[in-house]
């Protein structure tokens, strides 16, 4: 006689031992491969509930369309599907994701609420700016918080991204110089340790880049700088705090020898969470700087992107910054929407309509939640959380620069590797398999095997001490000649390692009918 | 302060293993002259029911485009996004993930791409497309650009029919790379124009259809007159909808198509974030700016996808790169995706001739209000010619509950087309407010 189990509490049963085990279907429980919507025999469907239209189109005769062969999905099949989907990502709200310069920090919901409001979200961006005051007052306020925070004159709203920030403040600087008759400057320095997109911004404005020197203790070298500033040069961009994690000591004499020879200081600002309410980049001689909304002011990174990049300016460049802006009269908020009389100088406009307002909104909202006073504890946090990793792994990593603290990011090189047979790649895929993201690799470029872990102040001390736990386990298993644990890494992710190189022979950048059985 | 776990005794503790006196220590770097004593000048931390309360009323002073009739459109449009899309953009694993630098823990992410870069390709009639773009206007700009790197000339011609924004935004930032942008007088339909002006220096012309004034048009001849001389056709499209029911870029002979994202999927957002859609022939593939998605296998041999052909891109080709761009617009593009697969082929030409019936019977409503109708060909969007100046009418009528379109001058004031105003009807715009629309007009 068999026991009758159905809604009594069941316990497990035989070996817990499930290594190498295999479902029959190819699945791995609730993670289960997914096909391309193209794979779901939706080419006559919809999901999408819509009315009899009259199908007189004869007043466009000759220009419409044969057919237009895309699939579609009920409700529930695309739900599925991208439910599915969606459990095969890693996510801040998952674990810690240091990813180093990308300030990967809790995204709260309220922002999120408050950019749907109707108020916001279905607005249009042409409609009469009397119909759109609440929306301009959001702007003319968060760019006041934007200006006191950095202690600047001026803001351009409208970039929306950090490059897109970073190529409105070099245009700024050379509508500057044109005005000035210095546009024969067509020189922009750039430390070795720069992100990508510094020199890829100025030579896209048309300027040639050089390099500058870095020191020992992964700072900006003053007399390579002070050597390169010649009559030449239109702006140096320097990352502060840099992408080595590192304060810039010498930055106020940056300025100085910047300014002396004629140049701008552009700033690039995408490590702000470090000094927020400490320091002032308008106290440090800055012209320029752009500030990644999505980073210190926790505007979703949404798989990458939508992001806001608000350019600070100086008094030297406020007159050149590009259309929209908002100005405060009399009978409400305005919209300057083009270069002319009073705004005259503006160098032109970086995109249509007047930016990420909906990035403007959750922005704003973390900036009021948090107050001067928890934006200054934000740093500190940042900042504290990153001295903690670093002085938890200096013993078993090699951290970049061990001497003295870093801002709100902990740089390692991969020293401690030699003769592991692991490298850096190997190492940060294996903290896959631990539940972490990797941090940033091989960048900066300055630094060997580059580690850069950027935990962010969201992280309690916790998570902090889980994360440092999994990472001294695996670097005392490398150090043990454990080699397959990494060289086959990961290996409990929804796939295993992928073979870029494949892609980029042979690119496959669409699904196409006669790729479907495959 | 809700969004931070740390404890005092936590911090100590922390800088106990530092080894610091206090955090004070950890800036240590600043210079002294630059260190700020306490908190700036700026209102203290609030809780969550302050800062809704406060940004509630913001909203509130704002009228939204659904609280009457409401007829802008000119490169934003307001239609109906299905409660699904919003719900999946804002699960955590797509809503807080980043870049899918990890592929082996990005798929979610890759997979969309690859629908999304699919879904561009067939919506344009191109072979390739990249996994977005900030959005229409940079799209075209960057467009532009890649049309030098491809053509190696320094010319490009702009028709007067192309959104004033999106010349402006090329002309920015074009000229700013070195090229000589020409762009054609503003002209209601003139689109033929551009085939004059090409030369053998030209790297590419750019036609918007349906164009600013709403008219649709057949480029194959500029095409073709484009590519006699060696230079590239790049069409451009505000109204992704339209896509739905009209000849599709590729199609008509396109080198290079890029397009506004926003109506699918994307809400109005006050102009962002939005999201650019850019596809291109197969052939100049390697010269596209932005991130590219692209199917391969993992080390078990199954089918999984990858950020591709980097070596465009600017963290590994620094100032060789085709483009600056990094963070572009995954999270717009993944509501793009997902409304349209919700909607499939056969829901967006459903969609798409509900929204050209909505703006015949505008139209006709319009005229019957005894305004002149100037746009010839239309998808969704017509310009009209008022009796004064357009942003007057919209003054008055806005006075009376009443949207009534864009201005053609608030975009472009030096055109000489004060008395043109532009309307736009989508599936959200009900007969009545059609009706509402034109009383108020015949009695303006």
Redesign the interface.
């Given at each position: 006689m068999t026991m009758q189990n159905v809604g009594r509490p069941t316990r497990p049963e035989g070996s817990t031992e499930s290594v190498g085990f295999q479902s029959l279907t190819g699945g791995r429980g609730l993670v289960q491969d997914e096909p391309l919507i193209f794979e779901l025999d939706g080419w006559k469907k919809t999901g999408v509930d819509l009315p009899e239209a009259s199908a007189d189109a004869s007043d466009l005769a000759g220009l419409t369309r044969a057919d237009l062969p895309l699939p579609g999905l009920s409700e529930p099949e695309a739900m599925r599907h991208y439910v599915r989907l969606s459990q095969k990502n890693h996510a801040i709200d998952l674990a810690l994701y240091p990813l180093g310069s990308c300030t990967m920090k809790h995204n709260p919901r309220l922002n999120e609420k408050a950019a749907r409001m109707a108020g916001f979200a279905d607005l249009h961006p042409l409609a009469p700016v009397s119909t759109t005051q609440g929306a301009l007052e959001l702007m003319d306020r968060l760019a006041h918080w934007l200006k006191t925070l950095t202690g600047m004159p001026a803001v351009a709203l409208s970039p929306k991204a950090g490059a897109h920030g970073e190529l409105c403040g070099l245009l700024c600087i050379k509508a500057a110089h044109e005005a000035k008759g210095q546009g024969h400057r067509r020189t922009v320095l750039v430390p070795t340790s720069a992100h990508g997109t510094n020199p890829a911004t100025a030579a896209f404005v048309g300027y040639s880049v050089q390099e500058i020197a870095q020191t020992e203790d992964g700072r900006v070298d003053l007399a390579d700088l002070e050597s390169k500033l010649g009559p030449d040069v239109a702006a140096i961009m320097v990352t502060n705090p840099n992408t080595c994690g590192l304060f810039e000591r010498d930055v106020i004499d940056i300025a100085k020898l910047t300014h002396a020879a004629g140049a701008y200081f552009y700033c690039d600002g995408a490590n702000f969470n470090a000094i927020v309410g400490r320091v002032r980049p308008g106290d440090l001689g800055v012209d320029a700087m752009h500030i990644n909304l999505h980073k210190t002011f926790s505007t979703p990174h949404g798989g990458g992107g939508p992001g806001a990049g608000p350019v600070v300016l100086s008094e030297a460049l406020a007159a050149y910054a590009p259309a929209p802006w908002v100005v405060s009269a009399a009978d409400g908020f305005q919209l300057v929407e083009e270069a002319k009389d009073q705004a005259a100088a503006a160098f032109g406009r970086m995109s249509a309509f007047h930016g990420q307002m909906g990035m403007f909104v959750r922005a704003y909202a973390y900036m009021r939640s948090h107050g001067s006073d928890g934006l200054r504890q934000v740093a500190e946090d940042a900042v504290l959380n990153a001295n903690y990793v670093k002085a938890r792994l200096s013993d078993v990593m090699t951290p970049a620069f061990p001497d003295g603290p870093c801002m709100h990011e902990a740089l390692f090189d991969d020293a401690w590797l030699d003769g592991t047979g692991v490298t850096t790649l190997d190492f940060a895929k294996a903290m896959i398999d631990e539940g972490f993201h990797p941090m940033t690799m091989y960048f900066p470029l300055v630094v060997h095997g580059a580690m850069l872990i950027e935990p962010t102040e969201t992280e309690s001390k916790r998570e902090l001490d889980r994360f440092c736990e999994a990472l001294r386990a695996l670097a005392a298993t490398a150090k043990l000649g454990e080699i397959d644990r990494f060289k086959g890494a990961p290996h409990l992710a929804p796939l295993r390692r992928l073979d870029e190189t494949l892609a980029a022979r042979k690119p496959k950048l669409t699904w196409k009918p006669e790729s479907a059985t495959s | 302060?809700?969004?931070?776990?740390?404890t005092p005794d936590?911090?100590a503790?922390?800088?106990g293993?530092?080894?610091?006196p206090d955090?004070d220590?950890?800036?240590?770097?600043?210079?002294k002259?630059?260190?700020?004593p306490?908190?700036?000048?700026?209102?203290?931390?609030?809780g969550?029911l302050?800062?809704?309360r406060?940004?509630?009323?913001?909203?509130?002073?704002?009228?939204?485009?659904?609280?009457g009739p409401?007829f802008?459109g000119?490169?934003?449009y307001?239609h109906h996004v299905?409660a699904?899309v919003?719900?999946?953009?804002?699960?955590?694993?797509?809503?807080?993930?980043?870049?899918?630098?990890?592929?082996?823990?990005?798929?979610?992410?890759l997979?969309?791409l690859?629908?999304f870069?699919?879904?561009v390709?067939?919506?344009t009639?191109l072979?390739?497309?990249n996994?977005?773009m900030?959005?229409?206007?940079?799209a075209c700009a960057e467009a532009v650009m890649m049309a030098q790197r491809v053509t190696r000339r320094e010319k490009a011609i702009l028709s007067g029919g192309l959104?004033p924004?999106?010349a402006?935004?090329t002309?920015?930032?074009a000229?700013?790379?070195?090229m000589e942008i020409v762009r054609q007088k503003a002209a209601i339909d003139a689109e033929a124009a551009v085939i004059d002006a090409i030369d053998e220096h030209t790297a590419c012309v750019v036609v918007q259809t349906p164009n600013i004034f709403g008219v649709?048009t057949?480029v194959t001849k500029i095409a073709e007159a484009a590519h006699a001389k060696g230079a590239l056709l790049i069409v451009v499209t505000t109204e992704a909808v339209s896509?739905?029911?009209?000849?599709?870029p590729g199609?008509m002979g396109a080198d290079i198509a890029v397009a506004?994202g926003q109506s699918i999927g994307n809400?109005?957002?006050?102009?962002?974030?939005y999201?650019g859609l850019f596809a291109c022939r197969e052939k100049l593939?390697r010269q596209m700016p932005g991130?590219?998605?692209?199917?391969?296998?993992?080390?078990?041999g199954?089918?999984?996808?990858?950020l591709?052909?980097?070596?465009r891109?600017?963290?590994?080709?620094?100032?060789?790169?085709t483009?600056?761009?990094?963070?572009?617009?995954?999270?717009?593009a993944?509501a793009f995706t997902?409304h349209?697969?919700?909607?499939?082929?056969?829901?967006?030409?459903?969609?798409a001739?509900?929204n050209?019936?909505k703006a015949?019977e505008l139209k006709a409503a319009v005229e019957g209000a005894g305004l002149e109708v100037l746009t010839p060909?239309f998808?969704n969007e017509i310009a009209v010619r008022t009796k004064g100046p357009a942003a007057k009418l919209?003054?008055v009528l806005?006075g009376q509950g009443i949207?009534a379109g864009?201005p053609y001058s608030?975009?472009d004031?030096h055109a000489g087309l004060d008395d043109v105003l532009l309307l736009c009807a989508t599936?959200t715009t009900t007969s009545d407010d059609i009706a509402a629309l034109a009383a108020a007009l015949k009695a303006a």
């Amino acid at each position: 006689m068999t026991m009758q189990n159905v809604g009594r509490p069941t316990r497990p049963e035989g070996s817990t031992e499930s290594v190498g085990f295999q479902s029959l279907t190819g699945g791995r429980g609730l993670v289960q491969d997914e096909p391309l919507i193209f794979e779901l025999d939706g080419w006559k469907k919809t999901g999408v509930d819509l009315p009899e239209a009259s199908a007189d189109a004869s007043d466009l005769a000759g220009l419409t369309r044969a057919d237009l062969p895309l699939p579609g999905l009920s409700e529930p099949e695309a739900m599925r599907h991208y439910v599915r989907l969606s459990q095969k990502n890693h996510a801040i709200d998952l674990a810690l994701y240091p990813l180093g310069s990308c300030t990967m920090k809790h995204n709260p919901r309220l922002n999120e609420k408050a950019a749907r409001m109707a108020g916001f979200a279905d607005l249009h961006p042409l409609a009469p700016v009397s119909t759109t005051q609440g929306a301009l007052e959001l702007m003319d306020r968060l760019a006041h918080w934007l200006k006191t925070l950095t202690g600047m004159p001026a803001v351009a709203l409208s970039p929306k991204a950090g490059a897109h920030g970073e190529l409105c403040g070099l245009l700024c600087i050379k509508a500057a110089h044109e005005a000035k008759g210095q546009g024969h400057r067509r020189t922009v320095l750039v430390p070795t340790s720069a992100h990508g997109t510094n020199p890829a911004t100025a030579a896209f404005v048309g300027y040639s880049v050089q390099e500058i020197a870095q020191t020992e203790d992964g700072r900006v070298d003053l007399a390579d700088l002070e050597s390169k500033l010649g009559p030449d040069v239109a702006a140096i961009m320097v990352t502060n705090p840099n992408t080595c994690g590192l304060f810039e000591r010498d930055v106020i004499d940056i300025a100085k020898l910047t300014h002396a020879a004629g140049a701008y200081f552009y700033c690039d600002g995408a490590n702000f969470n470090a000094i927020v309410g400490r320091v002032r980049p308008g106290d440090l001689g800055v012209d320029a700087m752009h500030i990644n909304l999505h980073k210190t002011f926790s505007t979703p990174h949404g798989g990458g992107g939508p992001g806001a990049g608000p350019v600070v300016l100086s008094e030297a460049l406020a007159a050149y910054a590009p259309a929209p802006w908002v100005v405060s009269a009399a009978d409400g908020f305005q919209l300057v929407e083009e270069a002319k009389d009073q705004a005259a100088a503006a160098f032109g406009r970086m995109s249509a309509f007047h930016g990420q307002m909906g990035m403007f909104v959750r922005a704003y909202a973390y900036m009021r939640s948090h107050g001067s006073d928890g934006l200054r504890q934000v740093a500190e946090d940042a900042v504290l959380n990153a001295n903690y990793v670093k002085a938890r792994l200096s013993d078993v990593m090699t951290p970049a620069f061990p001497d003295g603290p870093c801002m709100h990011e902990a740089l390692f090189d991969d020293a401690w590797l030699d003769g592991t047979g692991v490298t850096t790649l190997d190492f940060a895929k294996a903290m896959i398999d631990e539940g972490f993201h990797p941090m940033t690799m091989y960048f900066p470029l300055v630094v060997h095997g580059a580690m850069l872990i950027e935990p962010t102040e969201t992280e309690s001390k916790r998570e902090l001490d889980r994360f440092c736990e999994a990472l001294r386990a695996l670097a005392a298993t490398a150090k043990l000649g454990e080699i397959d644990r990494f060289k086959g890494a990961p290996h409990l992710a929804p796939l295993r390692r992928l073979d870029e190189t494949l892609a980029a022979r042979k690119p496959k950048l669409t699904w196409k009918p006669e790729s479907a059985t495959s | 302060m809700r969004y931070l776990p740390l404890t005092p005794d936590d911090r100590a503790q922390m800088l106990g293993v530092i080894g610091a006196p206090d955090v004070d220590a950890l800036f240590a770097d600043v210079p002294k002259a630059a260190r700020l004593p306490g908190p700036v000048d700026l209102p203290l931390h609030a809780g969550e029911l302050e800062v809704e309360r406060e940004l509630s009323q913001l909203a509130a002073r704002n009228r939204a485009a659904g609280a009457g009739p409401f007829f802008c459109g000119a490169g934003a449009y307001r239609h109906h996004v299905p409660a699904t899309v919003d719900h999946i953009i804002q699960r955590s694993e797509f809503l807080t993930s980043y870049t899918p630098y990890q592929p082996e823990i990005a798929q979610g992410t890759l997979q969309v791409l690859f629908e999304f870069q699919s879904q561009v390709a067939a919506l344009t009639g191109l072979e390739v497309a990249n996994a977005s773009m900030y959005d229409g206007s940079t799209a075209c700009a960057e467009a532009v650009m890649m049309a030098q790197r491809v053509t190696r000339r320094e010319k490009a011609i702009l028709s007067g029919g192309l959104h004033p924004h999106y010349a402006a935004t090329t002309q920015t930032i074009a000229h700013a790379e070195g090229m000589e942008i020409v762009r054609q007088k503003a002209a209601i339909d003139a689109e033929a124009a551009v085939i004059d002006a090409i030369d053998e220096h030209t790297a590419c012309v750019v036609v918007q259809t349906p164009n600013i004034f709403g008219v649709v048009t057949d480029v194959t001849k500029i095409a073709e007159a484009a590519h006699a001389k060696g230079a590239l056709l790049i069409v451009v499209t505000t109204e992704a909808v339209s896509f739905g029911l009209l000849k599709s870029p590729g199609e008509m002979g396109a080198d290079i198509a890029v397009a506004e994202g926003q109506s699918i999927g994307n809400a109005l957002n006050y102009g962002g974030p939005y999201v650019g859609l850019f596809a291109c022939r197969e052939k100049l593939m390697r010269q596209m700016p932005g991130r590219l998605c692209g199917e391969t296998v993992d080390a078990d041999g199954r089918r999984g996808y990858v950020l591709t052909l980097s070596t465009r891109e600017q963290h590994i080709r620094r100032e060789k790169a085709t483009s600056n761009i990094c963070t572009n617009s995954g999270l717009c593009a993944l509501a793009f995706t997902i409304h349209m697969t919700l909607l499939g082929g056969v829901g967006l030409t459903q969609l798409a001739k509900i929204n050209h019936a909505k703006a015949r019977e505008l139209k006709a409503a319009v005229e019957g209000a005894g305004l002149e109708v100037l746009t010839p060909r239309f998808f969704n969007e017509i310009a009209v010619r008022t009796k004064g100046p357009a942003a007057k009418l919209v003054d008055v009528l806005v006075g009376q509950g009443i949207v009534a379109g864009v201005p053609y001058s608030r975009l472009d004031p030096h055109a000489g087309l004060d008395d043109v105003l532009l309307l736009c009807a989508t599936e959200t715009t009900t007969s009545d407010d059609i009706a509402a629309l034109a009383a108020a007009l015949k009695a303006a």
